[in-house]
């Protein structure tokens, strides 16, 4: 049983102050952090949501199982009471904009940039149950991999592959929200922005009213069997409910409050430390998978051009017997040679799978000049009969349909066996057409593919 299993256990059974109060100061800034991001920054009702989550863990704690997930638990009561504060503000915001007659045309561009935040805890919140139990371990409870492997009954190398995994579905639906960020740029967001420190003092606020909270509740219905039982012993349960009620009020003195600070900033820096190392060993992860999955996508896009290479020439020597040229592959005029666009349209072909390779290594971004890519030449021969200009400088990972759009040209046009002009295009998904106009405008064909009058 973990040891927050155990104070969760202690206070359930005994009713300890110091377990629950133990509980709050390890979880508060989880919380806090949590409710921040969920009521766009209001600090004053983020900390109302502090001390209603509490307050629901201390009334429910005896219902809770010992195999309960304490971080998912509070994660999933912090949604919920943050969107129900939320809905509450928004009514008392429009009753007092309706009673004060403001005016609408307001500036909420600030307000815009804060509504990211909440995006994350809700995509976390549509992560499955174990995924979501590692990403809230990791990253919000602070646990480094060993810990979180013993919770989930596994090694620490288990433990942070499934945390690897727990990220790559929450940048997957991210992505899916108009959010584009890698799974380790995620990480390292998490890590250094998941928790915010709660304001100094709302850990002892906070569990100082949801105790008193929860013993008023139960005193008073200790109160009521005890008035079913006899009415002579009213003025004794009186005495018991003022007691119970004011008593916890007054525990909480100077010097504990002087114990209860230094123990938590003595906690948190060990934290710390023991997340920076975790945290370097899990970016040097991500970064090892990455590269060995672009050096292994160089390596296909290599052997995939040198087939297509293989596939035109063959395809060229199979046109040779087709008795009518078409409008967008000419023919050649001998029969024993190829056809004088299929070394263009082979060019073409290598030109776009390098600027593959080069934004495969540079975040999905293309360079600026088709000279640029001299380090992958390495087995792409061009034939030095055209030359290309680079189309598209965005990042290939921001186009939507990559097999419509074009990357890269051929500079020049140049005139076909049945007197019509053509153009070879390379396209971002690593293909490469050969398109002919009979008077030369290849304007409405470049606009329809993603390239923007000059």
Same mark, same amino acid.
């Given at each position: 049983? &973990?040891?927050?299993?155990?104070?969760?256990?202690?206070?359930?059974?005994?009713?300890?102050?110091?377990?629950?109060?133990?509980?709050?100061?390890?979880?508060? %800034?989880?919380?806090?952090?949590?409710?921040?991001?969920?009521?766009?920054?209001?600090?004053?009702?983020?900390?109302?949501?502090?001390?209603?989550?509490?307050?629901?863990?201390?009334?429910?704690?005896?219902?809770?199982?010992?195999?309960?997930?304490?971080?998912?638990?509070?994660?999933?009561?912090?949604?919920?009471?943050?969107?129900?504060? #939320?809905?509450?503000?928004?009514?008392?915001?429009?009753?007092?904009?309706?009673?004060?007659?403001?005016?609408?045309?307001?500036?909420?561009?600030?307000?815009?940039?804060?509504?990211?935040?909440?995006?994350?805890?809700?995509?976390?919140?549509?992560?499955?149950?174990?995924?979501?139990?590692?990403?809230?371990?990791?990253?919000?409870?602070?646990?480094?991999?060993?810990? #979180?492997? /013993?919770?989930?009954?596994?090694?620490?190398?288990?433990?942070?592959?499934?945390?690897?995994? /727990?990220?790559?579905?929450?940048?997957?639906?991210?992505?899916?929200?108009?959010?584009?960020?890698?799974?380790?740029?995620?990480?390292?967001?998490?890590?250094?922005?998941?928790?915010?420190?709660?304001?100094?003092?709302?850990?002892?606020?906070?569990?100082?009213?949801?105790?008193?909270?929860? #013993?008023?509740?139960?005193?008073?219905?200790?109160? #009521?069997?005890?008035?079913?039982?006899?009415?002579?012993?009213?003025?004794?349960?009186?005495?018991?409910?003022?007691?119970?009620?004011?008593?916890?009020?007054?525990?909480?003195?100077?010097?504990?409050?002087?114990? %209860?600070?230094?123990?938590?900033?003595?906690?948190?820096?060990?934290?710390?430390?023991?997340?920076?190392? %975790?945290?370097?060993?899990?970016?040097?992860?991500?970064? %090892?998978?990455?590269?060995?999955?672009?050096?292994?996508?160089?390596?296909?896009?290599?052997?995939?051009?040198?087939?297509?290479?293989?596939?035109?020439?063959?395809?060229?020597?199979?046109?040779?017997?087709?008795?009518?040229?078409?409008? &967008?592959?000419?023919?050649?005029?001998?029969?024993?040679?190829?056809?004088?666009?299929?070394?263009?349209?082979?060019?073409?072909?290598?030109?776009?799978?390098?600027?593959?390779?080069?934004?495969?290594?540079?975040?999905?971004?293309?360079?600026?000049?088709?000279?640029?890519?001299?380090?992958?030449?390495?087995?792409?021969?061009?034939?030095?009969?055209?030359?290309?200009?680079?189309?598209?400088?965005?990042?290939?990972?921001?186009?939507?349909?990559?097999?419509?759009?074009?990357?890269?040209?051929?500079?020049?046009?140049?005139?076909?066996?049945?007197?019509?002009?053509?153009?070879?295009?390379?396209?971002?998904?690593?293909?490469?057409?050969?398109?002919?106009?009979?008077?030369?405008?290849?304007?409405?064909?470049?606009?329809?593919?993603?390239?923007?009058?000059?």
């Amino acid at each position: 049983m &973990s040891e927050t299993a155990e104070l969760l256990g202690e206070y359930a059974k005994d009713g300890s102050e110091t377990a629950f109060r133990e509980l709050v100061s390890r979880y508060i %800034d989880f919380v806090y952090s949590s409710a921040l991001r969920m009521v766009g920054g209001d600090a004053h009702l983020a900390q109302d949501v502090c001390q209603n989550v509490f307050i629901d863990l201390a009334r429910n704690a005896q219902k809770l199982s010992r195999e309960t997930m304490l971080g998912g638990w509070l994660h999933r009561d912090t949604c919920f009471v943050a969107g129900k504060l #939320i809905r509450t503000e928004r009514r008392r915001a429009a009753r007092e904009r309706e009673a004060a007659l403001m005016n609408s045309t307001q500036d909420h561009s600030e307000a815009n940039l804060r509504a990211v935040a909440p995006v994350l805890d809700d995509a976390i919140n549509n992560l499955d149950a174990e995924d979501r139990a590692a990403i809230i371990a990791r990253f919000f409870e602070q646990q480094d991999f060993r810990t #979180i492997g /013993a919770t989930l009954g596994s090694n620490e190398d288990a433990a942070r592959m499934r945390v690897n995994r /727990a990220l790559q579905k929450l940048h997957l639906t991210l992505k899916r929200q108009g959010i584009s960020m890698s799974a380790a740029a995620l990480g390292t967001a998490l890590a250094a922005e998941a928790v915010t420190a709660a304001p100094a003092g709302l850990a002892i606020t906070v569990a100082t009213a949801a105790l008193a909270k929860s #013993i008023t509740t139960g005193a008073a219905t200790t109160a #009521i069997k005890i008035m079913a039982f006899t009415k002579t012993h009213a003025a004794i349960v009186g005495a018991i409910v003022a007691i119970a009620v004011t008593g916890p009020l007054f525990l909480v003195h100077e010097s504990k409050i002087k114990s %209860d600070a230094q123990l938590q900033m003595a906690r948190a820096q060990k934290q710390m430390a023991s997340l920076a190392d %975790d945290n370097a060993s899990l970016s040097n992860s991500l970064a %090892d998978a990455n590269t060995s999955f672009d050096r292994q996508q160089n390596e296909l896009l290599r052997l995939r051009g040198a087939a297509r290479s293989a596939d035109a020439k063959a395809t060229a020597r199979t046109r040779q017997t087709r008795p009518t040229p078409t409008a &967008s592959t000419p023919q050649p005029n001998n029969d024993n040679q190829e056809p004088p666009w299929a070394g263009r349209a082979h060019d073409g072909r290598n030109i776009v799978t390098m600027l593959i390779m080069h934004a495969n290594e540079h975040s999905g971004r293309l360079p600026d000049k088709v000279e640029d890519l001299g380090q992958y030449a390495s087995g792409y021969e061009l034939t030095g009969t055209n030359t290309f200009e680079i189309v598209y400088h965005g990042a290939l990972t921001d186009l939507k349909d990559t097999a419509n759009t074009i990357v890269v040209r051929e500079s020049g046009m140049q005139r076909t066996t049945d007197n019509q002009w053509s153009k070879v295009y390379g396209f971002a998904d690593g293909h490469a057409e050969l398109h002919t106009e009979p008077y030369g405008h290849f304007e409405n064909y470049e606009k329809e593919h993603g390239i923007a009058a000059r």
